[in-house]
Every structure is written in structure tokens, then in C-alpha cells.
């Protein structure tokens, strides 16, 4: 599995950014497919979730109503939006992958196995 991220940048508080991650090597039909990030002195965190197969979504609480995570089961591409970001959204963003996941493991990094190079984020206040 390969997974390659894209998108990061600088943007003001308030602004938006779009990331995307590029997954190829096998078919992901029985996959979950994450976003994390990780901010400098800090552990790598769950933000936003989604099962390949269904959809069923899991999001950290400190971005719900503002990051939303999607796929495109054609381009076998994962997005994160995030909207109204925060200078605490400010981190290496990394997308992530793992099969056969159960819900209550959606937001747990070790649960992963297949991982992408990050991507950075700077929010600016």
C-alpha cells in the first residue's frame, strides 16, 4: 500500500485548505482510510476517519463541524476540507491506512499500518 499526501500549506485563522491523499497497491474494498496530525512536543492524533465500503465517519471532537472527510472510490483518492481553521490546527498532517478496523479503533494511530509522508500545515494567527 502506498499512500501519498498532498496539500498542506499556510493559511490565515479562518481560512480553508483541502488535503488530498493518493492510495494505490491494492484494492481497498475492506480498508479505513485516516487523516492524523501530529504538532510539534505532541503525540500523533486522530482527526478525521472514514470506511472505504459504507462511509461510516469518525471525527476528533476538536474538529467536528468544521474538517470533513470524503472519498473518491474511482480515483481511490481521500480528502480532508478543513474549514475554519484555528492556529491549533497547525501540525504535520499524515494519511493513514488500515483493513478490517472496527470502529472503536478508528481513531487509534497504532491501529494503522500503512502510513503516508506528511504534509504541513501552518495555520497563522
Known amino acids: 500500500v502506498q499512500l501519498q499526501a498532498s496539500g498542506g500549506g499556510l493559511v490565515q485563522t479562518g481560512g480553508s485548505l483541502r488535503l488530498s491523499c493518493a492510495a494505490s497497491?491494492?484494492?481497498?474494498?475492506?480498508?479505513?482510510m485516516g487523516w492524523f496530525r501530529q504538532a510539534p512536543g505532541r503525540e500523533r492524533e486522530a482527526v478525521a476517519v472514514?470506511?472505504?465500503?459504507?462511509?461510516?465517519?469518525y471525527y476528533a471532537d476538536s474538529v467536528k463541524g468544521r474538517f470533513t472527510i470524503s472519498k473518491d472510490m474511482a480515483k481511490n483518492m481521500v480528502y480532508l476540507q478543513m474549514n475554519s481553521l484555528k492556529p491549533e490546527d497547525t501540525a504535520v498532517y499524515y494519511c493513514?491506512?488500515?483493513?478490517?478496523?472496527?470502529?472503536?479503533?478508528?481513531?487509534?494511530?497504532?491501529?494503522?499500518?500503512?502510513w503516508g509522508q506528511g504534509t504541513l500545515v501552518t495555520v497563522s494567527s
Open positions: 472514514i470506511r472505504w465500503s459504507g462511509g461510516t465517519t
Open positions: 497497491g491494492r484494492t481497498f474494498s475492506d480498508y479505513v
Open positions: 493513514a491506512a488500515a483493513p478490517r478496523l472496527i470502529y472503536s479503533n478508528f481513531g487509534v494511530p497504532s491501529a494503522y499500518s500503512n
